[in-house]
């Protein structure tokens, strides 16, 4: 199997002294056959006493459909089996995303708030909770969660959900892409990634760096099925401006569905 990963398309509005920025970057693989594995179709959801940063509250659902996890500092994971039942997977989980939206409004407004030139800086950096991109001209390295990507030239190297790609100057028969948008305001990061293939593979989050104590600093969700469904969703509110929850969240699905 061979892999190609067209250059990075960087376009960012940088905002040199307010500290505003966003920044959307599009990859895109070819190959030969399906980039990810084969995700399982899940009657009932395993739902582990411990995971990680993670402990469950009380049973799970009895019907295999839901359960609940506390971490630390009050964070919260709730583990659902989401049916599409005629939905497409977008339908099915813009529930999930007006969710974590509504649990961080003010992180939301403030990001929807922004404005941008539009211009494409031949440089870009954006540093927040769960995030990490560092851009030059058709270089970058990019760090979100579940998501790495390098790029240096011809060369490529692509990890996402447990799945490393290794590339220079190949070829292939099929295009498929990996999107993932980012937007970054001051404090505020809102990430969205989208995984090739015809298996749903989804991870939304809303950080802020900026919030009363106690309150939540990251919100979201990672979700993943086979092409008819059913999905498996992680919903997760954090505490915690780091990544463990988040992982453990990934992990849970993962043990549910595959990688």
Not at 63 to 87: M, N
Not at 225 to 243: E, F, M, N, Q, Y
């Amino acid at each position: 199997m061979r892999f190609v990963l067209i250059p990075l398309m960087l376009a960012a509005g940088l905002a040199g002294c307010d500290g505003d920025n966003a920044v959307r970057i599009t990859t895109t693989t070819t190959s030969s056959s399906d980039t990810l594995g084969v995700l399982k179709v899940v009657d009932a959801l395993q739902c582990p006493q411990t995971l990680g940063a993670l402990t469950r509250k009380g049973s799970a659902d009895p019907g295999g459909a839901a359960c609940t996890y506390g971490g630390p500092r009050g964070s919260e994971v709730v583990l659902h089996l989401v049916r599409l039942d005629g939905r497409t997977a977008e339908q099915a989980l813009s529930s999930f995303e007006r969710d974590a939206v509504a649990a961080m409004p003010q992180a939301a407004a403030r990001i929807d708030a922004r404005t941008s030139d539009g211009d494409q800086p031949e440089t870009a950096s954006v540093q927040a909770p769960g995030v990490n991109i560092q851009a030059r001209g058709e270089d970058a390295t990019v760090s979100l969660p579940g998501l790495h990507i390098e790029t240096q030239g011809d060369k490529a190297t692509v990890r996402i959900a447990g799945i490393n790609i290794q590339s220079k100057d190949g070829q292939g028969v099929r295009t498929e892409k990996t999107t993932v948008d980012v937007d970054s305001a001051g404090d505020t990061t809102r990430v969205l990634t989208r995984a090739p293939g015809e298996s749903t593979r989804v991870t939304f989050l809303l950080a802020d760096d900026a919030v009363a104590p106690g309150g939540w600093r990251q919100v979201g969700f990672e979700a993943r099925g086979p092409a008819g469904g059913p999905l498996v969703v992680a919903a997760v509110r954090s505490k915690d401006r780091h990544d463990r929850v988040f992982d453990a969240a990934k992990d849970l699905v993962a043990l549910n569905v595959g990688e």
